[in-house]
C-alpha cells in the first residue's frame, strides 16, 4: 500500500506565492508519475499538473489556466513532488490533491491519492 501525504496549503493574499509538498510512502518499487489536482466548492476534480520520471527532470504537463504561474517538479530520491504556484488568484482556492501511479513493492499497478490540503487565495 502507497500512502501520500500532502503539506504547505495555506490561506495567501492574491498574487501571493505558495509551495505544496506532497511525499509517497509505503511499498514502493516506482513511480511513474505524480500530478497534483484541485477540486473548489461545486466544481469537478481537475488536473493541474503531472511529472513523469525519467532523466533531466521528466516530462511536465500543466492545464492551461496555470501555465506559466505554477512548476511542477519532483525528488525521485525522496518519492516526493511539488508545486511551486506563484501570482495566485482567487480562483486557485481549492483543495489540492496529489496523485502517484507506479508499481508497489509486490510490482503490481497502483494508483494512489492524497487526503488533500486547502490553498485559499483572498481578493
Known amino acids: 500500500q502507497v500512502q501520500l501525504v500532502e503539506s504547505g496549503g495555506d490561506l495567501v493574499q492574491a498574487g501571493g506565492s505558495l509551495r505544496l509538498s506532497c511525499a509517497a510512502s509505503g511499498s514502493i518499487f516506482s513511480i511513474n508519475v505524480m500530478g497534483w489536482y484541485r477540486q473548489a466548492p461545486g466544481k469537478q476534480r481537475e488536473l493541474v499538473a503531472t511529472?513523469?520520471?525519467?532523466?533531466?527532470?521528466?516530462?511536465?504537463n500543466y492545464a492551461d489556466s496555470v501555465k506559466g504561474r505554477f512548476t511542477i517538479s519532483r525528488d525521485n530520491a525522496k518519492n516526493t513532488v511539488y508545486l511551486q504556484m506563484n501570482s495566485l488568484k482567487p480562483e486557485d482556492a481549492a483543495v489540492y490533491y496529489c496523485?502517484?501511479?507506479?508499481?508497489?513493492?509486490?510490482?503490481?499497478?497502483?494508483?494512489?491519492w492524497g487526503q488533500g490540503t486547502q490553498v485559499t487565495v483572498s481578493s
Open positions: 496523485n502517484a501511479g507506479g508499481l508497489s513493492g509486490s510490482r503490481q499497478w497502483f494508483a494512489s
Open positions: 511529472i513523469t520520471s525519467g532523466g533531466s527532470g521528466g516530462s511536465t
